[in-house]
């Protein structure tokens, strides 16, 4: 069925490295693709959306320098987060719409430490 | 302001009894849709249920059920005979309008607590 794949699930990465987190649509394709970003005990929280073949969408306050999103096909989205530091540190989470569905289905999720 | 709030950080709930999850809205759009998605400990967002503005019918999916009332712009989460399975983070999100993008804005969750 389908399913949105992410990867890597965890990573620890040391400050002023980047990280590139890849999320897959498995059995659909998703021209649209959307990344959230969740600090411990809080909500979700939209930083962009990703469009297949054109720039993302960034939601205000979010450094696009920064969290660099490339859709380069229409069943995978990266988000790399570049010059890591450890206030990066953080669940990343992504979701895409299969067609035809009216929800949203979520990646598992990758946790990022910056030390 | 708040466009989604869920004003309970945290219920208990007995072990097969029915528990509800508080959500209201805010929105000025007629056509929008209201989600519930649980998220356990290991992270990942399981939909749950789904509304939308102009379903007449509250949505109903097994042991999920949603008490949509529209005029006071919230969207309940009901959870009958609870298992301990479902315990977990419940966030309640609301897509704005006839955005084919699909946005979700999510509230701040509640953590339900399932006693044996």
């Known amino acids: 069925g389908a399913v949105v794949s992410q990867h890597p699930s965890r990573v620890i990465c040391k400050s002023g490295t980047s990280v590139k987190i890849e999320c897959r649509s498995l059995?659909?394709?998703?021209?649209?693709m959307f990344w959230y970003r969740q600090f411990p005990k809080q909500s979700l929280m939209l930083m962009a959306t990703?469009?297949?073949?054109?720039?993302?969408?960034?939601e205000q306050g979010v450094e696009k320098d920064k969290f660099l999103i490339n859709h380069a096909s229409l069943t995978l989205s990266t988000l790399t987060v570049t010059s890591a530091h450890p206030e990066d540190s953080s669940f990343y989470i992504c979701?895409?719409?299969?067609?035809?569905?009216?929800?949203?289905?979520f990646g598992s999720g990758t946790r990022l430490t910056v030390v | 302001a708040q466009k989604i709030t869920q004003t309970q950080p945290g219920m208990f709930v007995q072990e097969k009894e029915a528990v509800t999850l508080d959500c209201t809205y805010d929105?000025?759009?007629?056509?929008?849709?209201l989600f519930w998605y649980k998220q356990p400990s290991s992270g990942e967002m399981i939909f749950l249920i789904y509304?939308?503005?102009?379903?007449?019918q509250n949505a109903t999916e097994g042991r999920y059920s949603l008490n949509f009332q529209k005029a006071r712009k919230s969207a309940n989460l009901v959870i009958s005979a609870s298992q301990l399975g479902d315990s977990a983070m419940y966030f309640c999100?609301?897509?704005?309008?006839?955005?084919?993008?699909?946005?979700?804005?999510f509230g701040s969750g509640t953590r339900l607590l399932v006693r044996p």
């Open positions: 929105t000025s759009d007629q056509s929008y849709g």
């Open positions: 979701s895409a719409r299969q067609p035809g569905q009216g929800f949203l289905l």
């Open positions: 059995d659909f394709q998703a021209t649209t």
């Open positions: 999100a609301m897509r704005e309008g006839e955005d084919s993008s699909y946005k979700l804005i």
């Open positions: 990703s469009n297949e073949g054109s720039k993302a969408t960034y």
């Open positions: 509304q939308g503005s102009y379903d007449e």
